[in-house]
């Protein structure tokens, strides 16, 4: 099992920066990837960013050049770091870990969700 405790989100004006954290716990030895989804309301939850353990990242092409995924492997922390925020970034973040199950595959695992509001 795998453990995702998120912290960092709120209310911010267009413009604006803000990070977010989760902390990663429990079997964490075979964890893939970590990452981070975002569902607004009405919306399919979409990938926004994501990290493997070989420190390759991926981004959603709305967030490239605003957005920084990064990771602490020593704390088992992976972050992300939202600069330009926008109304359209207005979402539930989620952070994500895929952990690699011999003889079954990718099994996901996710934090509560972090609400994100971008507003004037």
């Known amino acids: 099992q795998v453990q995702l405790v998120e912290s960092g989100g709120g209310l911010v004006q267009p413009g604006g920066s803000l990070r977010l954290s989760c902390a990663a716990s429990?079997?964490?030895?075979?964890?893939?990837?970590l990452g981070w989804y975002r569902q607004a309301p009405g919306k399919q939850r979409e990938l926004v960013a994501s990290?493997?353990?070989?420190?390759?990242?991926n981004y959603a092409d709305s967030v490239k050049g605003r957005f920084t995924i990064s990771r602490d492997n020593g704390k088992n922390m992976v972050y992300l770091e939202m600069n330009s925020l926008k109304p359209e970034d207005t979402a539930v973040y989620y952070c994500?870990?895929?952990?690699?199950?011999?003889?079954?595959?990718?099994?996901?695992?996710w934090g509560q969700g972090t609400q994100v509001t971008v507003s004037s």
């Open positions: 990290i493997t353990s070989g420190g390759s990242t």
């Open positions: 429990g079997s964490i030895f075979s964890i893939h990837t």
């Open positions: 994500n870990a895929k952990r690699m199950v011999v003889h079954v595959g990718v099994k996901d695992y």
